[in-house]
Antibody, heavy 120, light 106 residues
Framework: EVQLVESGGGLVQPGRSLRLSCTASGFTFGDYEMSWFRQAPGKGLEWVSFIRSKAYGWTTEYAASVQGRFTISRDDSKSVAYLQMNSLRTEDTAVYYC???????????WGQGTLVTVSS | DIQMTQSPSTLSAPVGDRVTITCRASQTISSRLAWYQQKPGKAPKLLIYKASSLESGVPSRFSGSGSGTEFTLTISSLQPDDFATYYCQQYNTYSTFGQGTKVEIK
């Protein structure tokens, strides 16, 4: 059974940093692209970042809203994806979901989400 | 960026009704369109991909159609478990979602 478990969320002040982790199981992690999406309270879904598999050079993509502040990475030996979030803003407050991607930008499995609250 | 526009924003219908949700892309996305169902406090669930392909395990009362810029999600006979918010997503160029359609009990 495919499982994705996010961790690392919490309350953080504006301008500070946070690192989210996504621990995967139930599939060959290294074969898949992985993404992060987010959903602000009461709002819709927004793609945040994407990392390709080793076969595609572990290359990354970012939404314009987080470009230069967030960094996605992965450790295939541990089956973990990360999202390093720097210079956090109040508008980054959201539930952050980790996803496995069947195709580029097409998630087929989602984690349960982790809440990040940016507030002073 | 490709903009996705869903309609209606809210839909009220009784159990057993046939319901249709529409999604329009601001430019052509071929058939790279997915539909997700989300219940309160839960992660989205993939229902349809490639505009009309039913995800494994999803009931056959769900169907999708369209290509280019116009797409629809149809639930042939609304069931109590179907009351949720539905999102369309284009994955042709990066990823963008519609604003969601909340399906409520009438």
């Amino acid at each position: 059974e495919v499982q994705l478990v996010e961790s690392g969320g919490g309350l953080v002040q504006p301008g500070r940093s946070l690192r989210l982790s996504c621990t995967a199981s139930g599939f060959t992690f290294g074969d898949y692209e992985m993404s992060w999406f987010r959903q602000a309270p009461g709002k819709g879904l927004e793609w945040v970042s994407f990392i390709r598999s080793k076969a595609y050079g572990w290359t990354t993509e970012y939404a314009a809203s987080v470009q230069g502040r967030f960094t996605i990475s992965r450790d295939d030996s541990k089956s973990v994806a990360y999202l390093q979030m720097n210079s956090l803003r109040t508008e980054d407050t959201a539930v952050y979901y980790c996803t496995r991607d069947r195709l580029q930008w097409l998630p087929d499995y989602w984690g349960q989400g982790t809440l990040v609250t940016v507030s002073s | 960026d490709i903009q996705m526009t869903q309609s209606p924003s809210t839909l009220s219908a009784p159990v057993g009704d046939r319901v249709t949700i529409t999604c329009r892309a601001s430019q052509t996305i071929s058939s790279r369109l997915a539909w997700y169902q989300q219940k309160p406090g839960k992660a989205p669930k993939l229902l349809i991909y490639k505009a009309s392909s039913l995800e494994s395990g999803v009931p056959s009362r769900f169907s999708g159609s369209g290509s280019g810029t116009e797409f629809t999600l149809t639930i042939s006979s609304l069931q109590p478990d179907d009351f949720a918010t539905y999102y369309c997503q284009q994955y042709n160029t990066y990823s963008t979602f519609g604003q969601g359609t909340k399906v409520e009990i009438k």
